[in-house]
Structures are given as C-alpha cells and as structure tokens.
C-alpha cells in the first residue's frame, strides 16, 4: 500500500513545477489590483478617482480677473482730489484699455458671469459711477460713446432733480437710451449701518429701488453701498429689498465664483495713468474695508 503513494523524483518535480506556476499566476491575479487600490487611495477625495493620472482641478480655477472701476466727478473746473479726475485724463484711461486690448462690459454682463459661470471676452473691465454727478453726463458720457463703452451709474435718488450739480431724471433717461446701466446707491446717501431699521428698508434701500424703476420703467438690480459702508445687517437688508448684487470699496481686480454677488470688490481710479495702470493690474492697491 505504501509502494502505491512512493513519489518518484519526477513526481515531486512535477509537482513542484505545478506548484510554482499556481503561485505565480495567483501573484499575477492579484497584483494588479492592488495597484490599482494603490494609485486612487492617493488621490484626495474628492477629486474623480478616474482615470487616475489626471490631477484634481485646482482651487483656483475658481477665480477669474475682472477689474471693476470705481469713478466719481470727471471734472475740469473743480478742485483736485481723490475722486476728482480730469476729462483727458478720463479720455486717456479709456483709450489705454482699448489699445491694451481690455473688453469693457456691462454689469449685468459680469453678474451673469459670476453667477452662471459663463465666459467673459479676454481682459473684461467694467465701468462704474457713483453719486450722480452733473459733470458724469456732461464729461464721461461724451467719452463713453466715442469708445463706445457702456458703464452702470449708481444714482442717490433723493439729489436728483434736486440740487445744483447734480444728473435730472431726463438725463437718466438718456443715459439708458445710449445703453447704460443704473443702479441704485440709497436715497440719501447715508452710513446704512447706524441709522434706524424703518429708515434704512423704507426709505434707503425700498425707497430708492421703486423710485428708480417708477421713473425709468426699468428693473433696478443693483446697489452701491454709500462711502462703502457695509455690515452684515445692512448686506441682508439688501438681499431682502431684491437686489440681486452690491457693489463695495474692497480694492480687488480678482473676482471667485464663490463671491457672495452682494459684496463685489471694485478699484479705486485716480486722477493718474500710473496709478491705474497699477491698479488695473492688480499692483500697489489701497485695501479698504
Ligand atoms: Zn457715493
């Protein structure tokens, strides 16, 4: 019986041969996956596992440069100051970004952008007037159609119509026959962060928003905080009036689409092409509140 189980020094070749090849094929099943397993445990988690030699989309993808330009009196006759700029030197501004190739486009143009995540022309810039100055349509707007740029005014209702210097309803009027936009930047012009609840919703932010579209039979989407002046009472009270974006004093060309729309960055201009060059790009910057 024992003599029927003798292994012969070929059997146990044989069976070691067998043996090694099983071995090698069970390492061969296996070690794929394994690798497999490997590669995607080391990517971060929320990147798409597949295929894994691409890199996760960094967070910056999220950014986009647009900047916004603040201005205020474009004026020849008044007093040089900080948001006193000179008509050539506006003209000058103007030119540079056509022949730097900046694209000058709506707000409502970037808002969509912003929200939407659609695609702005290479270079966007966008034009903005606060305060309703007399010499924006006297001296900008001129300027305005010879590049034919279009720009948001943001308007203090209670001055128009009201005071020496000052823009009237019919030449709001005209400037959105030329195609501009407008904007509302409060009734009165206050520091919304310290004067009373009524004061603020009724008369600042409800009151200026229906004047504005009673007078020009237009939506009126957007907001202008007066001097910049924000608190988070002030950026829910306009959210609840039904603006749909808001622009600040925060100094940044560089926009994310992560941006709450109601706290939009803008650039301060001065009466210099140095300075704006600086700012346009980014450089050199006054960071405000
Ligand atoms: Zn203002």
């Known amino acids: 019986m024992q003599n029927k189980f003798h292994l012969t020094k ?3 070749a044989i069976f070691s041969l067998a043996t090694l090849v099983i071995i090698i094929g069970i390492i061969f099943c296996i070690t794929p ?14 990147a798409d596992p597949v295929p894994p030699t691409i890199a996760p989309t960094p967070a910056t993808s999220d950014n986009f440069y647009a900047p916004i330009l603040m201005y205020h009196h474009i004026s020849d006759t008044l007093p040089m100051g900080p948001y006193v700029i000179r008509t050539a030197v506006f003209d000058n501004q103007m030119n540079w970004l056509k ?16 929200t939407t995540k659609t695609t702005l022309p ?9 305060d309703n100055d007399k010499d924006q349509y006297e001296n900008a707007l001129p300027i305005l159609k010879k590049y034919d740029y279009k720009a948001i005014f943001f308007i203090p209702t209670a001055y128009v119509n009201k005071r020496g210097g000052v823009m009237t309803w019919d030449m709001l009027k005209e400037l959105l026959n030329e195609g501009m936009e407008i904007g509302a930047h409060s009734s009165t012009h206050p520091d919304l962060r310290v004067i009373p609840r009524k004061q603020l919703y009724d008369e600042e932010l409800i009151g200026s928003k ?13 907001f ?4 910049g002046a924000k608190s988070k009472k002030v950026v829910q009270a306009v959210k609840d009036t039904g603006f749909l974006s808001a622009v600040t004093t925060i100094y940044d060309p ?36």
């Open 10 to 12: 070929t059997d146990i």
């Open 33 to 46: 996956t394994a690798y497999t397993k490997a590669s995607v445990t080391q990517l971060p988690e929320s």
């Open 99 to 114: 022949n730097n190739n900046y694209h000058v486009i709506p707000y409502s143009q970037f808002y969509e952008a912003l």
């Open 122 to 130: 290479e270079k966007p810039v966008v034009l903005t007037f606060d």
């Open 210 to 222: 229906k004047i504005l579209e009673e007078k020009l039979g237009i939506s009126i989407k957007y």
């Open 224 to 227: 202008a905080y007066p001097g």
């Open 254 to 289: 560089n926009h994310t689409y992560k941006d709450n729309p109601l706290l939009i960055s803008r650039i301060y201009v001065g009466n210099s092409m140095e300075n704006f060059v600086d700012f346009i790009n980014g450089r050199n910057l006054y960071k405000s509140h």
